[in-house]
């Protein structure tokens, strides 16, 4: 039987692979999606945390981290994709100087 502890411990590893994903990588869009990871992660030990203590509130911190979620989606997508247009690159290190 799967326990709570082990989805504890997937979200963890997401996590870090999340973590990781930001720190090494250069690419404004895997960079983006590893955000998204880390948040779902996170979803995920709320999820667990919840049902391991039998209440409602991890569900409804869920709902609220996708709802930051989507936010982040529509307005980070938007500009890595005017950046991209305008430049022609969403590597991270041509993005350092924001000269308009």
């Not at 870090?16 to 690419?27: E, K, Q, T, W």
Request: no cysteine; charged share 15%.
């Amino acid at each position: 039987m799967v326990t709570s502890g082990w989805y504890m411990a997937l979200g963890a590893v997401l996590f870090v692979i999340g973590m990781a994903g930001i720190l090494l990588r250069r690419n404004a869009l895997v960079m983006f999606m590893s955000v998204e990871l880390m948040l779902n992660a996170v979803n995920l030990t709320f999820v667990a945390a919840g049902r391991e203590l039998r209440v409602i509130e991890g569900q409804i911190s869920v709902l609220f981290v996708m709802v930051v979620a989507a936010a982040e989606v529509v307005v980070g997508l938007a500009i890595i994709v005017a950046v991209f247009r305008r430049r022609g690159t969403a590597s991270v290190d041509a993005l350092a100087e924001l000269r308009g």
